[in-house]
């Protein structure tokens, strides 16, 4: 009768905030908040095509704006958002302007790249979780900006995993560009509210640490938006998240791209599938190439496993407000060569010590126990630097 009651609440909670999504409004659409700040300058753009104001891209309303935009960088998936390996500096051909990768040779702007740029516009949808690499890309930027003495406006917006706070903490000896900070795989916060903490704890990597504060930084904040709301993005923020169940099963499922399994990876449901050749189950399907998947792991082979696809209402009950490991532990559980299960799991994980825990057998809840001392301590953190009312369970 409990699961029932919870079950409904959580239907109506979604159903609530699907329509309060219709007014929030992303900090892109603020246009008076800071077109002033880009008048008679030299703009460079971090963007991709979830960049958007309505249905126009930003790049091409401020063009229309008469904004003096000089130069794009580009993250991971590129500006169009469609590919799925390390991609080259380029020309936009609809606009002409040049576009920088910061997921190809290099992950940090240049003094050169910034040499004839007065401001960085930095606007991006990013999902909420830790090896998700729009953060990582977000603090190169900002590190970039503070060496080179440009100011940096973040154009906020809704983070669609914002309503709650998860995980293992990472451990600065495991930092990789898939995660470069002391934060759980679900830390519950805007990208706005992310940079803000960058600064305040002086994360960013430059000399001295001090150095950080001299960033001339300033967000521009959503509207209509808290840490209550469930946002579901207009645009599917990279080729491998399509839809709004696939961001909500991401931190958990992706857990387990650093094991043998496939996530679903050249499947129209990446994310809320997975499985194996090895294992046994019902449930089966075939990774193909696709855009932004073009060489899936185990490419044509029919692999066995499990499937969450559902409604968002359901994938949304299967994740209530936490990072769901039973997917994992049961994967394990069920994979006949042990030794080879795990493959760079620690620089997803963010610790060695999920992985030990996980092969000694562990259950669901001493494993989640664990994380707390170090989630307590963040959530104290996070406290200080959060723009938008917080969930109520904080």
Request: aromatic content about 10%.
């Amino acid at each position: 009768m409990i699961k029932k009651i919870k079950g409904i609440l959580l239907i109506l909670l979604f159903s609530n905030i699907l329509h309060a999504t219709e007014i929030i409004k992303p900090g892109a659409e603020q246009l008076d908040a800071y077109l002033p700040l880009l008048k008679n300058k030299r703009v460079a753009v971090f963007a991709n095509h979830s960049s958007l104001i309505g249905k126009e891209s930003l790049i091409d309303v401020l063009l229309k704006k008469k904004i003096h935009v000089v130069k794009i960088f580009a993250p991971e998936h590129g500006f169009r958002g469609e590919v799925d390996s390390r991609i080259n500096d380029s020309v936009d051909t609809r606009t002409g302007l040049l576009i920088i990768s910061l997921y190809g040779k290099k992950l940090t702007p240049t003094a050169n790249d910034l040499q004839n740029v007065d401001v960085v516009l930095f606007d991006i949808q990013d999902v909420g979780v830790r090896f998700y690499t729009y953060i990582s890309s977000l603090q190169k930027m900002m590190e970039a900006a503070v060496n080179n003495h440009k100011p940096l406006i973040i154009l906020d917006r809704p983070n669609p995993n914002g309503f709650y706070v998860d995980g293992p903490v990472l451990n600065r000896q495991y930092r990789s560009f898939t995660g470069m900070q002391p934060v759980p795989v679900v830390y519950g916060m805007t990208i706005g509210e992310y940079a803000k903490m960058l600064v305040g704890e002086k994360w960013l990597n430059v000399t001295p640490r001090e150095k950080a504060r001299d960033l001339q930084l300033t967000v521009i904040r959503c509207m209509n938006y808290t840490h209550n709301s469930l946002y579901v993005p207009p645009v599917k923020p990279s080729p491998n998240l399509p839809d709004i169940q696939s961001i909500y099963l991401y931190p958990s499922i992706g857990m387990m791209e650093g094991t043998v399994m496939s996530v679903g990876r050249g499947t129209t449901q990446p994310f809320q599938i997975f499985g194996h050749p090895r294992i046994h189950a019902q449930f089966h399907f075939t990774p193909v190439p696709m855009p932004g998947a073009e060489s899936p792991r185990f490419k044509y082979k029919k692999c066995y496993g499990w499937s969450l696809a559902h409604n968002p209402q359901s994938v949304l009950q299967k994740v209530q407000g936490k990072l769901q490991i039973r997917y994992l532990l049961e994967a394990y559980r069920l994979f006949p060569a042990k030794k080879h299960f795990f493959a760079g799991f620690n620089s997803v994980s963010g610790n060695s010590q999920l992985m030990e825990q996980i092969k000694s057998g562990m259950s669901e809840k001493e494993i989640r126990s664990s994380w707390q001392p170090q989630l307590t301590e963040f959530k104290k953190i996070r406290k200080k630097y959060l723009l938008y009312p917080d969930f109520h369970s904080a």
